[in-house]
């Protein structure tokens, strides 16, 4: 028999660095969650190089019984993109339609689109483009050359 869901709990943390400070401490101490279980597992799954101190959404489900699981997700896009166009966190551009702080190319969408795809609610990969893209413009990061699908 399934166990019965008590809540979801969004973060965002960095992989490989959970503690119990804030955020995530009083986030999950709230609803009666092993603090340290959940930054022991979550340590143990983001060891790998790919998502070692990277922002990574995580998505906690608790149940009645006080036990929990969680699901870790892709770093969001604009993470990816502010590391394509090598800009630091958090460096968009205040008049996104004025000015323009950096530029990257459609293979660099491409490649942050594929990372993406299961996260985002499209099935193809041009519509994930058009997601990402559509990320970048407001942004203020211009993409440079044609759109593959308008040749």
Same mark, same amino acid.
């Given at each position: !028999? ?12 960095? $992989? ?21 279980? /959940? ?28 036990? /929990?699981? /969680? ?40 490649? #942050?689109?594929?990372?993406? !795809?299961?996260?985002?609610?499209? /099935?193809?990969?041009?519509?994930? !483009?058009? !997601? #990402?893209? $559509? ?5 203020? #990061?211009? #993409? ?8």
């Amino acid at each position: !028999m399934a166990k019965e869901i008590q809540t979801f709990i969004k973060l965002t943390v960095k $992989g490989g660095q959970a503690n119990p400070a804030p955020p995530i401490g009083p986030a999950l101490g709230a609803k009666g969650v092993n603090i340290m279980e /959940f930054c022991k597992r979550f340590n143990a799954a983001t060891q790998d190089k790919e998502k070692m101190g990277k922002v990574l959404p995580v998505i906690v489900t608790v149940y009645k019984d006080k036990s /929990f699981d /969680f699901i870790i997700k892709t770093t969001p896009a604009t993470v990816q993109l502010f590391e394509a166009a090598k800009l630091k966190q958090g460096q968009g551009s205040p008049e996104s339609n004025r000015k323009k702080v950096g530029s990257v190319t459609w293979e660099q969408v491409e490649a #942050i689109a594929k990372d993406k !795809m299961a996260d985002l609610n499209c /099935f193809e990969l041009h519509p994930a !483009m058009k !997601m #990402i893209a $559509g990320t970048a413009r407001s942004m203020g #990061i211009t #993409i440079a050359g044609n759109a593959p699908w308008a040749n």
